[in-house]
């Protein structure tokens, strides 16, 4: 079964600063995607970013961009010009290329200071 | 109306009681999902609707009762549900076999059972 690990329970950066976010993830696949969702304090969950595994390219959306790594099942989610509006719980998530089921990890609590 | 709705938004019942909550997609997906959201734990599939046929039981307890009547909409029928059934409760949809296939979330039911 695919597992994905979220190392950072809370993360903190300075407005119009760059941050980091972690996830790794295990499976014996070769093709699938990857997420990541936010969760502001009203819950709704909100796309930020997606990767497809057979694509190279890192993705990227706007200030938000990932560091997708295949061999090393390592996609992190890097936050540039940081706005409060940022702040959330953000969630990385994993998806066979075979099936509709998420695969979800804990999550990283992201606070940002003004 | 757009994207994902449920209602209703916050719930409160007892033990005893018969409760719905409801989902509804204007996206034109084919796919639906019920997530639980507890406090400090990863989201948890429990239904997915693929075609109105449902496709995954995530061995979730039989006082929850999925229903799925037509592609935009999905109910979570509750009886007789305990304290511990207390959480979030997150539909979602997607175009199931295309592309990426990204779930899309509505903004959550808050269900509190006392």
């Known amino acids: 079964a695919q597992t994905v690990t979220q190392s950072q329970p809370e993360m903190s950066v300075q407005e119009a600063e760059t941050v980091t976010l972690s996830c790794t993830y295990d499976?014996?696949?070769?093709?699938?995607?990857l997420f990541w969702y936010k969760q502001p304090p009203s819950r709704q969950m909100i796309l930020v970013i997606r990767?497809?595994?057979?694509?190279?390219q890192n993705a990227t959306e706007n200030r938000f961009s990932v560091n997708f790594q295949k061999a090393a099942k390592s996609f992190s989610l890097k936050i540039s010009d940081s706005q409060l509006g940022d702040a959330a719980m953000y969630f990385c998530?994993?998806?066979?290329?075979?099936?509709?089921?998420?695969?979800f990890g804990a999550g990283t609590i992201l606070r940002v200071k003004s | 109306e757009t994207g994902v709705t449920q209602t209703p938004r916050h719930l409160v019942m007892g033990m005893t009681n018969k409760k719905s909550l409801k989902c509804e997609q204007h996206?034109?997906?084919?796919?639906m999902y019920w997530y639980k959201q507890s406090a400090k734990k990863p989201l948890e599939l429990m239904f997915v609707?693929?075609?109105?046929?449902?496709?995954e039981n995530n061995s979730v307890p039989s006082r929850f009762s999925p229903e799925c009547p037509n592609s935009s909409h999905l109910f979570l029928h509750l009886h007789t549900l305990q304290p511990e059934d207390s959480a979030l409760y997150l539909c979602?949809?997607?175009?199931?076999?295309?592309?990426?296939?990204?779930?899309?979330f509505g903004p959550g039911t808050r269900l509190t059972v006392l």
């Open positions: 979602a949809s997607s175009q199931a076999r295309e592309g990426t296939d990204t779930q899309y």
């Open positions: 499976t014996s696949e070769s093709d699938y995607y």
């Open positions: 990767q497809e595994a057979y694509k190279q």
């Open positions: 998530a994993y998806r066979s290329a075979g099936g509709n089921k998420l695969v």
């Open positions: 996206l034109g997906h084919n796919a």
């Open positions: 609707y693929n075609f109105k046929e449902q496709t």
